[in-house]
């Protein structure tokens, strides 16, 4: 018997990104639905989309904030980056 996965919505928009030495907009896309992300070990999964030297720094600092379009903000550990590519991919977290 197959099983399904849920399929996860996807919330996307223009956001603030902040690291030490940097502040500005990008593009996001998170997989699943941040306000119901409680306190814990759970994260969510997305990606950024912006300047190439912006999101290799970011990727190269590690962790960065985002602030989404309604205000909320969160804390990110940057997962990948390709050299040269204006996306890089995240880990969302409380």
Known sequence: MA??????PVDSGVGELRYPGFSGS??????????????GPLRLQG????????????????EAVL?????????LTLVGHSAGGEVAYFELRV
Not at 26 to 38: F, N, T, W
Not at 67 to 75: C, E, I, N, S
């Open 3 to 8: 099983f399904t996965r849920k399929v996860l």
């Open 26 to 39: 990008v593009r996001y896309d998170i997989k699943g639905e941040p306000a119901k992300l409680k306190l």
């Open 67 to 75: 602030v989404l379009a309604g205000g909320a903000t969160y804390r």
């Open 47 to 62: 990606s950024l989309t912006g300047d190439p030297q912006a999101m290799a720094e970011a990727f190269r600092k590690g």
